[in-house]
């Protein structure tokens, strides 16, 4: 199945070489990362890949040795994510590189991905010496980004500005077109709908091949594919879910929760197929949309801080009120995360007190009363010994659960 890119997007990779023949389940937007090689045609090349997979071409640095890649890391004041680093190289010296990067204590966490040839002592001495990732030379476009998504989940924003770029780059996510309406009519006319409580579970168990769409409302779903990538996305009036499976690819499991009231349609397999062979286009629209979700949606895990009093789990297990009560209950300090359907909030706690919130651009009370209505996602709280920064929250914090709790409620009916 071939990767489509969202309109606008020039055809092929770099110098004209053919993107990735299977969407890749990559996570790269909002990276900083820095290409270490000698040649100069194989950083162009290995940028271009890069950037065509959604990473900004300025967020990409370069170095042609590992004595530069430490004066770039430098500059930047450790701010760089992950080092791409020819391993090979006598005039690169990746070896040494990834022993300053891993014996500084303000570079122990960037993540390095080595690219090397295909001997096993190289390899065994790559990841001997510390690496994140290693990837086998030939470099294809769909390994690399592999490998970049892998590193990316072990990854720990070293300071408030690591987290503000990666926060702002999430914000921002490119939207699938809705349906038109010849589409739209085309499915509807052999499909059903069903009307669903806040809360209500939609989609769950056997019912992996059908394809899903929302008439009004918005749910929550989370699906697994055939290689194992999670994805965890919001679907709103006009569109779609479970189209994966009409795009060619296996979800292996698939759970759609509402946040809202909602009318959801659906269309059996068959019906689907047949609506398909009559509206060619829609299975290049399945695919556009499966694609932009492998490159929007893939479920990076939060980070295991490490610290004593630290506490994560997930929204269906613990949902945000009662983490947000055990905050105030147990006069915690720290920094509160939730990541939810490509979305990620964050509150600042001092002694069990409120005191900011924040997801994408929005600030304060309004971030609190979106974060009441999610119905999945993760949370992962960090204690820290002092929360500083602006005060956007004036408000009691259970007062603010509640008049959360009562406008999602509203919003339902």
């Given at each position: ?24 389940p ?7 990362i820095?290409l ?6 194989y ?32 500059h ?22 990834v ?20 001997d ?24 690399l ?40 009519a ?81 269309q ?25 979700r492998?490159?929007n949606n893939?479920v ?8 004593a ?31 939810s ?41 960090a ?31």
């Amino acid at each position: 199945m071939a990767m489509n890119r969202p309109p606008g997007h020039p055809a092929g990779g770099p110098r004209g070489k053919p993107l990735p023949e299977t969407p890749v389940p990559t996570h790269v937007s909002g990276l900083r990362i820095l290409l270490v090689d000698n040649l100069i045609a194989y950083r162009q090349k290995t940028k271009g890949w890069i950037v065509e997979a959604g990473a900004r071409a300025e967020d990409v640095l370069e170095a042609g040795t590992g004595a530069e890649a430490l004066e770039v890391i430098a500059h930047h004041n450790y701010d760089v994510d992950i080092v791409v680093c020819e391993w090979d190289d006598e005039n690169v010296n990746a070896e040494e590189l990834v022993h300053q990067l891993r014996n500084n204590l303000s570079a122990t966490q960037i993540g390095f991905v080595a690219l090397c040839g295909n001997d096993p002592g190289a390899i065994r001495a790559a990841k001997g010496a510390g690496v994140s990732e290693v990837v086998v030379k030939p470099v294809t476009p769909v390994e690399l980004l592999k490998a970049l998504s892998l590193a990316r989940r072990q990854l720990k924003p070293r300071s408030d500005k690591t987290r503000q770029r990666l926060q702002q780059a999430a914000s921002v996510r490119t939207k699938s077109k809705g349906l038109s309406s010849t589409i739209a009519a085309g499915l509807r006319a052999a499909g059903k709908l069903g009307k669903y409580k806040l809360g209500s579970v939609i989609a769950t168990g056997n019912y992996l091949d059908r394809l899903y769409w929302i008439e009004s409302g918005t749910v929550f779903v989370r699906e697994t594919r055939g290689d194992g990538t999670t994805l965890e996305y919001r679907v709103t009036p006009g569109r779609f879910f479970g189209e994966a499976a009409f795009a060619g690819e296996t979800i292996v499991t698939l759970r759609a929760v509402n946040e809202s009231e909602a009318i959801v349609g659906w269309q059996e397999k068959e019906a689907v197929l047949q609506t398909m062979q009559k509206l060619p286009i829609l299975s290049h629209y399945f695919k556009t949309i499966t694609a932009d979700r492998y490159r929007n949606n893939v479920v990076v895990e939060l980070p295991d801080e490490g610290i004593a009093g630290g506490l994560n789990g997930t929204l269906e297990s613990l949902p945000f009120p009662d983490v947000m009560q055990m905050m105030v209950v147990s006069k915690k300090t720290g920094v509160l995360r939730i990541d939810s359907g490509g979305e990620s909030a964050l509150l600042h706690i001092a002694c069990g007190v409120l005191r900011h919130a924040e997801l994408g651009p929005r600030t304060g009370e309004e971030v609190v009363y979106r974060v009441v209505s999610w119905a999945g996602g993760r949370f992962a709280f960090a204690p820290r010994p002092a929360v500083e920064g602006p005060v956007t929250i004036q408000k009691d914090a259970n007062f603010l659960l509640m008049e959360g709790m009562r406008r999602r409620d509203a919003g339902s009916k």
